[in-house]
C-alpha cells in the first residue's frame, strides 16, 4: 500500500487532453519535489518531469506538471497513441526517511 | 550522460543471497547519489535503496531494511546491492539509477535491469 494515491487508470482519445492526479501527505508531495516517470512495457523508466513541473531535455511539451498542497497532477495534452504508458509520481517521505513511487496509472488512448 | 549495466541476477532459493551489481560509465560517478528499484511481474515500481554520492549516508525501502545492503565501489565505478535471507515477494527486475543532480531522487538515466528470481 503506497503512501502515494493515483487512479489505476485514465483513458482519452487522440488530442484530448489526460490528467492524472497523485495525492500524498505532509510528510512527502507537501514539503518535497514530485517526480513522474513514463514506462512502456519491458523497458526502464523514463524520467517525465522533475522539480513538480520541470520537463528535462526531450520531453515534449505536451506533458505538464504541477503542485498544490498535499497533491501534484501530470497533465498530457495533444494526446497521441505512443503515450499509452504506465505513469508514477514519486516523491521523497521525510517520515519514512526514503522514496516512494505511486502505485502508477495506465493511459490508455481510444 | 551517462550508461548503467545491471548484472548478478538469476534463480535463488528462499534463505539464499544474492549480490547485485551496476557498472557505470559516462558519467562522474562519485558525484551522483545512487538507486536500486525493483518492480515484481506485471506490478508497479518499488524504490529500494539509495545510497548518497561519497557512500556515507544510505536509505532502504521497509520491506528490505535488514536484509539488503547498498554499497558502492568508487575505483570500479560500481554499485552493489547484498540481498540476504531472500523471499519469494523479492521476486523482481531489478533496476539501478542515477540520482538528479544533488538529490536522493531518481533521475532519467536507469539500467535495462537484472531479473531475480527466488524460489525454491
Known amino acids: 500500500q503506497s503512501v502515494l494515491t493515483q487512479p489505476p487508470s485514465a483513458s482519452g482519445t487522440p488530442g484530448q487532453r489526460v490528467a492524472i492526479s497523485c495525492s500524498g501527505s505532509?510528510?512527502?508531495?507537501?514539503?518535497?519535489?514530485v517526480f513522474w516517470y513514463q514506462q512502456f512495457p519491458g523497458t526502464a523508466p523514463k524520467l517525465l518531469i522533475s522539480?513538480?513541473?520541470q520537463r528535462p531535455s526531450g520531453v515534449p511539451d505536451r506533458f505538464s506538471g504541477s503542485k498544490s498542497g498535499t497533491s501534484a497532477s501530470l497533465a498530457i495534452s495533444g494526446l497521441r497513441s505512443e503515450d499509452e504508458a504506465d505513469y508514477y509520481c514519486g516523491a521523497w517521505d521525510g517520515s519514512l526517511r526514503h522514496f516512494v513511487f505511486g502505485p502508477g496509472t495506465r493511459v490508455t488512448v481510444l | 550522460q551517462g550508461q548503467l549495466v545491471e548484472s548478478g541476477g538469476g534463480v535463488v532459493q528462499p534463505g539464499k543471497s544474492l549480490r547485485l551489481s551496476c557498472a557505470a560509465s559516462?558519467?562522474?560517478?562519485?558525484?551522483?547519489?545512487m538507486h536500486w528499484v525493483r518492480q515484481a511481474p506485471g506490478k508497479g515500481l518499488e524504490w529500494v535503496a539509495v545510497?548518497?554520492?561519497?557512500?556515507?549516508?544510505?536509505y532502504y525501502a521497509d520491506s528490505v531494511k535488514g536484509r539488503f545492503t547498498i554499497s558502492r565501489d568508487k575505483s570500479k565505478n560500481t554499485l552493489y546491492v547484498q540481498m540476504n535471507s531472500l523471499r519469494t515477494e523479492d521476486t523482481a527486475v531489478y533496476y539501478c539509477?542515477?540520482?538528479?543532480?544533488?538529490?536522493?531522487?531518481?533521475?532519467?538515466?536507469w539500467g535495462q535491469g537484472t531479473l531475480v528470481t527466488v524460489s525454491s
Open positions: 545510497i548518497s554520492n561519497d557512500g556515507s549516508t544510505k
Open positions: 522539480t513538480n513541473d
Open positions: 505532509s510528510s512527502n508531495i507537501g514539503t518535497n519535489y
Open positions: 559516462g558519467f562522474s560517478f562519485s558525484s551522483y547519489a
Open positions: 539509477a542515477k540520482g538528479y543532480s544533488g538529490s536522493y531522487y531518481p533521475s532519467n538515466y
